[in-house]
């Protein structure tokens, strides 16, 4: 089976329209992980992905696939004192369910904590959201109480519930 790898600026034009495809608009909802009836709109733009490949605090990490396809992306951060955070966690819609969300969480956990000797994992899931946070907690991550502000300010109806899991 493949081996999960660090994303490259050879993978932009596929890792954005895995993101877009996976997050937002109608071929989103062909997944059960989707934003597309909460948010409109891009979900990240090329400059913001160029900006992740290349800052030392992170790691874009992708499944590579057939050709120049990505099936799956996840990035994890070095947020400091053993903590990482995990984000842009997108799989093909197509392909969800079939255990590569498990696969790719998993190598996000290893690279944390062998990039950043990481003893914990964060992450921020949208608090109507409780079949998938109900997933992460399956995977061994824990509602902390904790709750942060929806990251686009001008939505105020949202918040986004905090998980966190020990790994290493």
């Known amino acids: 089976m493949t081996e999960v790898r660090r994303a490259t600026t050879a993978d ?8 877009e495809s996976a997050y937002r608009g109608d071929s989103a909802r062909g997944g059960w992980t989707h934003e597309a009836d909460l948010l409109e709109g891009e979900r990240i733009t090329a400059d913001d992905l160029v900006a992740q490949l290349a800052n030392p605090a992170m790691r874009v990490l992708v499944l ?17 004192e053993g903590v990482a955070y995990l984000g842009m966690f997108a799989v093909d819609p197509a392909l969800q369910a079939g255990g ?3 696969r790719m969480i998993e190598a996000a956990e290893d690279w944390a904590v062998r990039a950043f000797s990481a003893h914990t994992m964060r992450m921020t899931v949208i ?7 109900a997933w992460y907690i399956r995977r061994g991550y824990v509602d902390t109480g904790r709750t942060s502000p929806f990251p686009i300010p001008s939505i105020t109806d ?7 899991k020990p790994i290493g």
């Open 12 to 19: 932009l034009p596929a890792l954005k329209a895995l993101v």
């Open 64 to 80: 590579p696939g057939e050709g120049t396809a990505l099936p799956a992306t996840i990035s994890i951060t070095d947020l400091g």
């Open 100 to 102: 590569i969300g498990r």
């Open 127 to 133: 608090s109507t959201r409780a079949e998938l946070i």
């Open 158 to 164: 949202l918040s986004m519930v905090v998980l966190e």
